[in-house]
């Protein structure tokens, strides 16, 4: 397991199975300062990683515009963009963006699933990172809107991919439930599942991952710290953007015993755990500054044993509700 190691998606273009979220360039959960952002930039590509996935949803989309404004130095083929579809930034008196320290101002989002909007967002996007096309295009969060994404959203990037404009399509969610029915239902290249696997929540491996084996559809896993409490387990420590509750703090703190009695730090595991499972191709994870990026990345190429995962694997089921 290394972090630079390319992997070849189900469309083809292959990727750094470590590659970096740039919600923190929204300024989720805190401010990142433009050098901070410069950092995170050069230090993964200094390290090989050359996958940057980034949203309109990120900053109302600000993570686009820095994300594109700092990697304009570079060429064009250097590095791989993913970005999302179904939300469209519309102009708005709101100031405030809670959560997001770094928002575009007087400006808020809209849910947008129509052909019309699917097109209009990717166009959008392409503006705001300065690019004439990405690599990878998922459809965004359509928790509320399954029908529409499929049989509205999901044409237009098809139409899309066969025209060469982008060369990998998917869905980027939360849920199991609708990337399942993707997969079964259309051609998609790559799930990003957010959260669903990870060292405190594995209810992607019930029916997603299977059907994606089955499907050849490459996955990516994204959120494996689940928001921050699988870093450090502490009362007010984030599961999900939501504070943790006491079961789960609870649950999370016996995980992270497990490992520390083992000589592995919670962070290790949690980086590490989501390639272990065969549909998994790639993990993301957001960095704020180099430092990060370096941090993530030495406790990411840390092996763990093969003794020590089979000792989990028993540990959890002993976790499971009965």
């Known amino acids: 397991m290394a972090h ?40 993964s590509m200094t390290l090989g990683l050359n996958y940057f996935d980034t949203a309109p949803h990120y900053g109302m989309g600000s993570a686009e515009e820095r994300l594109g404004r700092n990697t304009d130095h570079l060429p064009r083929n250097s590095f791989i963009v993913s970005t999302k579809v179904g939300r469209l930034i519309v102009a708005s008196e709101k100031t405030d963006d809670p959560g997001w320290e770094n928002s575009t101002p007087s400006v808020e989002r809209i849910f947008d699933f129509s052909a019309d909007g699917i097109e209009r967002s990717l166009i959008e996007s392409l503006q705001r990172l300065d690019m004439e096309s990405v690599e990878m295009v998922f459809i965004h969060d359509p928790d509320g809107a399954a029908n529409q994404a499929i049989t509205e959203a999901y044409p237009v990037l098809e139409r899309l991919r066969a025209e060469g404009i982008v060369k990998t399509i998917g869905v980027g ?24 696997y990870t060292l405190l929540d594995q209810s992607a491996a019930k029916e997603l991952l299977p ?52 000589g592995v730090s919670l962070a290790q595991a949690a980086l590490q755990y989501p390639m272990r499972h065969p549909a998994i191709s790639a993990i993301l994870v957001g960095c704020r500054n180099g430092d990060e990026v370096k941090k993530n990345v030495e406790l990411y190429n840390t092996s763990i044993s093969e003794d020590i995962w089979n000792e989990f694997d028993n540990f959890l089921l002993g976790l499971l509700p009965r």
């Open 4 to 43: 630079n190691t390319l992997v070849t998606l189900k469309s083809g273009i292959q990727i750094p199975e470590f590659g970096i979220g740039t919600s923190p360039f929204g300024g989720l959960f805190a401010s990142v300062s433009e050098s901070a952002v410069q950092e995170v930039i050069s230090t």
């Open 211 to 262: 059907a994606a084996v089955k499907k050849g559809v490459s996955v990516i896993a994204g959120g494996v710290f689940n928001s921050g409490i699988l870093t450090d387990p502490k009362v007010g420590a984030t599961f999900n953007y939501e504070v943790a509750s006491p079961e789960v703090l609870a649950r999370a703190q016996n995980i992270e015993k497990f490992f520390t009695d083992r």
């Open 173 to 196: 969610i939360t849920s199991n439930e609708i990337p399942t029915r993707f997969i079964n239902e259309t051609d998609i290249d790559v799930v990003l599942i957010a959260l669903r």
